[in-house]
């Protein structure tokens, strides 16, 4: 039986780790959520910004909170791989999600021909959903990995056998 208890605590912890994963990224995300629909409503209905320059100001204001975020609270317990890099494939991650966001804005306000803030916002929102799912699995992936990959010993050295 040692054998199934062992297990059965892991897949607990890996099941209470990944709630507070989600836990911790819905939060940071509904904050986020707020800044970037807010932000892009200020800026194309009050600033007179257009719908695509609204949307890229307001996502950037927001990838930038949702990385603090991310990085010191919701992945906060996983590998550290340098802020450099995570904040590079962050950017990375979300400058997909930002061209898919844009393309979307950009189809429903000019091929579409739709000038309403309110299906322009609909469209944002719609973006937002989808480049979420995107954001999570890769940053959990890609940014802030589980565990950082073993280095191989420099060629001509003797591996340890483990006997």
């Known amino acids: ?11 607990g912890t890996t099941g209470r780790l990944l709630l507070k994963e989600l836990g911790a990224f819905g939060v940071v995300g509904a904050v986020c959520f707020a800044v970037d629909v807010g932000l892009f409503w200020v800026l194309y209905t009050q600033a007179g910004l257009s719908a695509v320059a609204a949307k890229l100001v307001a996502t950037l204001v927001a990838m930038t909170l949702a990385f603090l975020g991310h990085r010191y609270w919701s992945f906060s317990h996983r590998a550290r791989t340098g802020v450099r890099r995570e904040y590079l494939l962050f950017a990375v991650v979300n400058g997909v999600t930002l061209l898919q966001g844009l ?61």
């Not at 039986?1 to 897949?11: C, F, I, N, Q």
């Not at 393309?103 to 306000?109: D, E, G, L, P, S």
């Not at 309110?118 to 565990?147: C, D, E, H, K, W």
């Open 1 to 11: 039986m040692p054998l199934l208890e062992t297990v059965s605590r892991r897949a």
């Open 103 to 163: 393309a979307i804005v950009w189809f429903v306000r000019h091929p579409l021909g739709q000038e309403s803030a309110l299906v322009l916002q609909l469209a944002n929102v719609g973006s937002i959903a989808l480049g979420t799912v995107i954001r999570f699995l890769a940053y959990r992936r890609l940014v802030f990995p589980s565990a950082v990959p073993a280095v191989a010993a420099p060629a001509g050295r003797p591996q340890p056998t483990g006997s």
